[in-house]
Structure formats: structure tokens, C-alpha cells
């Protein structure tokens, strides 16, 4: 079980819609126009996930005139990123010593 790793992300990550908008906003900072161009969703369910991503901490926006930007934040990624490596690494550890709890 991923412990570090906040819960909030996790379900961020889950669900397919918002890891396109991560997709996304990793090449360039977006507004929802954009986002709702970009996926074809409606705005207003774009707005609950683009909620969803900012309150998991992997998203902040920027006021720019009547629009507000989001932008990913790679640190946050980063860090969810190491955890798994963590993990893939325990993993191949275990693998090429054969540890398995006996029964």
C-alpha cells in the first residue's frame, strides 16, 4: 500500500478524464476553453475535475483577465513518481531474492 502518497491524489490520478487534463497541462498551461476543446467534455464537468486536481494539490491556477489558467505542478507528480519507484524498486529486489512469506 502507498503510504506517503496522499489519498486525494491517488483518486485524482484514477480517473481518465483528469489524467488527460494532466496530460495535457504537461505541455503547456491551459484555460478550460482550451481544456474543453482539447477533450470535447462539458465545461461544467471539466470545472469538477479541474476542482478535484487543484484540491489534490497537482494543479494551480493563474487569473489572466476573465480566465484563470491552470498549470500542472511537476513537483507534485515527482513526488508520487518516486514513490512508485520506491515500490517497482522493492519490488525487483524481492523478486530476484525469491523472499515469499511462507504459509
Known sequence: MVTSVDSDVMKA???????Q????LAK??????????EIGAKQTN?????KILRDAGLVDTEPCGRFTYYKLRAD??????VEFAGL???AREA?????KRSC
Open 13 to 19: 490520478l484514477a480517473d481518465p478524464i483528469r489524467m
Open 21 to 24: 487534463i494532466i496530460a495535457l
Open 28 to 37: 503547456e498551461a491551459l484555460c478550460t476553453t482550451h481544456l474543453v476543446e
Open 46 to 50: 471539466l470545472s469538477n475535475h479541474l
Open 76 to 81: 507534485a507528480l515527482e513526488a508520487v513518481a
Open 88 to 90: 517497482a524498486a522493492t
Open 95 to 99: 523478486a530476484a531474492e525469491g523472499r
